[in-house]
């Protein structure tokens, strides 16, 4: 006689229903967008200028900047319909100044909101909805780690006369 045993999952047996809102789907493909420029940033940082082909990886890594920083832009632009959409709008905002980050002082500071307020760039829940959003923010959450050790960042001279601890974050980063 054999054992009866559940092999599915705990959840999966539920509607896997999900449909996006407009600062969720604007998210999800900026994160995906974001994927691209990263890969493309990578591909001119270890290449030779001298390649030929360089200057068509240049003008590709500059397209997929330009599309990912619309993106990003349209997410945390889009109304809010759900609760979930806040912190989806606050991690685009905070990813959107880091892409412009220009000085080492700033990307510092970047990196100690992430790491000093992860509860606002995350959301719970056992739903199709809040499992979704969770696995966007975690997406994002890794990307942002990779974009902060891109060369295009780390390569950021500190002006002489501002410390790291006076880098004053973005206003807009706390807002939604």
């Known amino acids: 006689m054999a054992d009866k045993l559940c092999t599915t999952r705990r959840g999966a047996d539920e509607t896997a229903y999900f449909k996006h809102s407009p600062t969720s789907g604007h998210f999800s ?46 997410a945390f632009e889009a109304p809010a319909t759900r609760h979930s959409d806040v912190p989806l709008q606050r991690f685009a905002r905070h990813l959107h100044w880091t892409i412009g980050c220009e000085t080492q002082a ?31 923010l975690a997406r994002a959450r890794q990307q942002f780690d990779e974009l902060c050790d891109l060369d295009m960042l780390n390569g950021l001279e500190a002006p002489s006369d501002v410390t790291v601890d006076q880098a004053e974050p973005a206003p807009e980063l706390f807002a939604a």
């Open 29 to 74: 493909h900026f994160v995906a967008a974001l994927g691209v420029a990263i890969e493309a940033e990578r591909d001119i940082e270890h290449g030779l200028w001298s390649d030929p082909a360089f200057d068509h990886w240049l003008a590709e890594a500059e397209a997929a900047w330009q599309t990912a920083t619309d993106l990003c832009r349209a």
């Open 106 to 136: 700033e990307l510092s500071t970047a990196r100690q909101i992430i790491a000093g307020h992860p509860h606002l760039f995350r959301w719970r829940g056992h739903d199709p909805e809040a499992r979704r959003i969770s696995q966007l």
